[in-house]
């Protein structure tokens, strides 16, 4: 089985910046050569959006319109680990961040049903 664990959430202005961390643990990705990984975001009253997703194989990445310039995901394999960095934060970014994970080829990276492994989520709060 693979556990996911999100940490790096606080409180921060508008304008400021924060990393977000996803360690994953068990049955680790480091064994395989293609995987993907992802980043989405559920504030109150919502539904769960999606942020950022990468995928090994072609070290492709994709975000959505709403992030795209400002965030960047990227991992660190020999720690297991990926990152989304939330540069310029908004009001609107506030949300729980929840990194997702899949082995193999993610076909649509927004969607929420590709990926089989979620964290727990981690809270952001950006105030204006």
């Known amino acids: 089985q693979v556990q996911l664990e999100e940490s790096g959430g606080g409180l921060v202005q508008a304008g400021g910046s924060l990393t977000l961390s996803c360690a994953t643990s068990?049955?680790?990705?480091?064994?395989?050569?293609?995987?993907?990984m992802g980043w989405f975001r559920q504030a109150p009253g919502k539904e769960r959006e999606f942020v950022a997703a990468?995928?090994?194989?072609?070290?492709?990445?994709y975000y959505s319109e709403s992030v795209k310039g400002r965030f960047t995901i990227s991992r660190d394999t020999g720690k297991n680990t990926v990152f989304l960095k939330m540069n310029s934060l908004k009001p609107e970014d506030t949300a729980v961040y929840f990194c997702?994970?899949?082995?193999?080829?993610?076909?649509?990276?927004?969607?929420?049903?590709?990926?089989?492994?979620w964290g727990q989520g981690t809270q952001v709060t950006v105030s204006s």
């Open positions: 997702a994970a899949r082995f193999g080829v993610v076909t649509a990276p927004q969607r929420s049903y590709e990926y089989s492994f």
């Open positions: 068990g049955r680790t990705f480091s064994t395989f050569s293609n995987y993907a």
């Open positions: 990468l995928q090994t194989s072609t070290s492709n990445t």
